[in-house]
């Protein structure tokens, strides 16, 4: 039912169960890092309980509609271009459609359940509004539906909202795994492949987005920003966060991962002074980690490594942007 989905196969057992014994609730909250497969599986799921053969084929007219979010019992929730939050009307229509009795199909199973399904796609972007109109169906459901909440920031939900909802947890995706999605889907070389996977954090979604953002090109910029010293390195590195006049938190994001990259860097100087370059994590770059490690002691690298680790900490607690890059870098 759920093989598609990668690395979330825990998820997909217990829902499996859940359908066979028709044990499903009312509403689930499925929470976890961005790009991991939330929405997806919410999707899948869909596909399997409205599907006329019941296993979501993916051939009959109804997983068909359901793949193009034109069935008549699955609706959708998003924030709608051009604005920030998901307003009160969103919901508002979710409680017009989900009064409506059920669509049943005339070449369905009769053994199977009838469901109406609402799926709420980034719901910590709930208006207050629509947060606090939204209890009234959790609280209420009626027979037959299902609502599924996703968010990689639940914490932003209201109490009262997260309470009423079944948690579903999707961790972060194995390194590994990663790599090998990489290499397949964006037709990547075993090193950039690799890269992509430690600084991705767990996800598909993040690491396609990095690869789409030309981050893996960025690195070879730091790697000369480097040979040129500090100065370089803090201009290259604002340079590359505040083009295409990113919100604040984008900006943080990217110098974060940029941070992650001079942290490889100096990492790869220390396993070259401790004999073991098969472990390089930039192995075409060994000529810089060679330099590096010329430059500074064991000491003075883990130093920096720290100093790194440190200010990401700094820009998560929304510190002065310039002035944690300034103290990262300087030396």
Do not use: W
């Not at 961790?171 to 890269?195: C, G, T, W, Y």
């Not at 991705?200 to 979604?205: F, L």
């Amino acid at each position: 039912m759920f093989s598609s989905i990668k690395g979330q196969e825990a998820v997909g057992r217990l829902f499996k169960g859940l359908i066979e014994k028709k044990r499903l609730a009312h509403s689930y909250l499925f929470i976890g890092p961005d790009g991991v497969g939330k929405f997806l599986f919410a999707r899948t799921l869909a596909r399997v309980l409205l599907c006329e053969k019941g296993c979501g084929c993916n051939s009959c007219k109804a997983c068909k509609q359901v793949e193009h979010l034109t069935h008549p019992a699955l609706m959708v929730i998003e924030v709608p271009e051009g604005k920030k939050n998901i307003p009160i009307e969103n919901v508002r229509e979710l409680e017009r459609e989900i009064a409506l009795k059920p669509f049943i199909p005339l070449k369905r199973d009769e053994s199977m359940g009838n469901h109406k399904i609402f799926i709420i796609n980034n719901a910590d972007l709930l208006s207050e509004d629509a947060a606090h109109a939204l209890l009234k169906t959790l609280e209420e459901p009626p027979p037959h539906s299902l609502l599924i909440l996703v968010s990689a920031r639940p914490e932003r939900l209201p109490v009262t909202v997260r309470s009423r909802c079944h948690y579903v947890r999707f961790h972060p995706l194995p390194r590994e795994m990663l790599v090998s999605i990489f290499r397949k889907q964006l037709n990547l070389a075993e090193n950039d492949a690799r890269v992509l996977g430690m600084v991705s954090d767990g996800s598909v979604g993040t690491g396609v987005k990095l690869f789409e953002g030309a981050f893996l090109r960025q690195g070879d910029k730091l790697a000369e920003g480097l040979l040129r010293g500090s100065g370089a390195v803090i201009e290259e590195v604002l340079r590359f966060a505040r083009q295409g006049n990113n919100p604040i938190e984008e900006v943080r994001q990217r110098i974060i991962l940029q941070f992650k990259m001079l942290a490889f860097f100096l990492r790869d100087a220390l396993f070259i002074r401790h004999q073991a370059a098969e472990y390089l994590i930039n192995p075409d770059k060994i000529s810089l980690a060679e330099l590096i490690k010329n430059r500074l002691s064991t000491r003075e690298l883990e130093k920096r490594i720290d100093n790194l680790l440190r200010a990401e900490q700094y820009l998560k607690m929304n510190l002065n942007i310039n002035v944690v890059v300034a103290n990262a870098l300087l030396n």
